[in-house]
């Protein structure tokens, strides 16, 4: 089956205006947090799920075990994040929590994401809102596939306003 020229250049806005957010959220969280991608992402997960182990959270920013542990080391060396005590009596897998200035980054984190995402939402009438809505959350499970990805694709959300009833990522399982 041929693509028509319309529908191509329609996939390559939609590939431009992807990358297009994830770069400005990302240049977002460096200027409100001074952070890189992957430490917002562990700030927000951790801030959003208290008590999450480095293995678990290795999984949700698709690091390497070795990676998260050393970033887990710079956050906790930043007084950002806290190793508490073993979970489950394993004293190898100790729970992950934020510090005071952790959860400062962590909200300053959300509102720089909602700033981005809302400068681009603030150009549509309420009824393209809510088409916008029907056909994302159509897509969304067409990109991202069973596994540590569904996980993945949330590194930033914000689990806050996050409707899990109504979530088409967490029904794909």
Same mark, same amino acid.
């Given at each position: 089956?041929?693509?028509d020229?319309?529908t191509l250049?329609?996939?390559? &806005?939609?590939?431009a205006?992807s990358?297009a957010?994830?770069d400005?959220?990302?240049r977002?969280f +460096?200027?409100?947090?001074? &952070?890189?991608?992957?430490a917002?992402?562990?700030?927000i ?9 480095? *293995?678990?959270l ?5 690091l390497?075990?070795?990676a998260?542990?050393?970033?887990v ?11 508490a005590?073993?979970? *489950?009596?394993?004293?190898?897998a100790?729970?992950l929590?934020?510090t &005071?200035a952790?959860?400062a ?6 509102? +720089?994401?909602? =700033?981005?995402i809302e ?7 309420? *009824?393209?809102t809510?088409q916008?809505?029907?056909l994302?959350?159509? &897509?969304l499970p =067409?990109?991202?596939?069973?596994g540590?990805d569904?996980?993945?694709v949330c590194?930033?959300?914000d ?9 088409p990522?967490?029904?794909?399982s």
């Amino acid at each position: 089956m041929a693509t028509d020229k319309e529908t191509l250049r329609l996939e390559n &806005l939609f590939g431009a205006m992807s990358l297009a957010l994830v770069d400005k959220m990302e240049r977002a969280f +460096a200027d409100e947090t001074g &952070l890189g991608p992957r430490a917002v992402a562990a700030i927000i997960q951790i801030g959003s799920e208290p008590g999450l182990t480095i *293995e678990t959270l290795r999984r949700m920013i698709a690091l390497s075990h070795s990676a998260t542990v050393r970033l887990v080391d710079q956050l906790v060396a930043s007084d950002l994040v806290l190793r508490a005590g073993g979970i *489950e009596g394993d004293k190898r897998a100790r729970s992950l929590q934020l510090t &005071l200035a952790g959860q400062a980054l962590f909200d300053k984190s959300l509102t +720089a994401r909602r =700033a981005v995402i809302e400068r681009a939402f603030k150009t549509l009438e309420p *009824e393209e809102t809510e088409q916008l809505g029907r056909l994302v959350e159509k &897509l969304l499970p =067409a990109l991202v596939d069973l596994g540590d990805d569904q996980d993945v694709v949330c590194r930033v959300c914000d689990q806050g306003v996050c409707d899990q009833d109504r979530c088409p990522i967490a029904f794909m399982s």
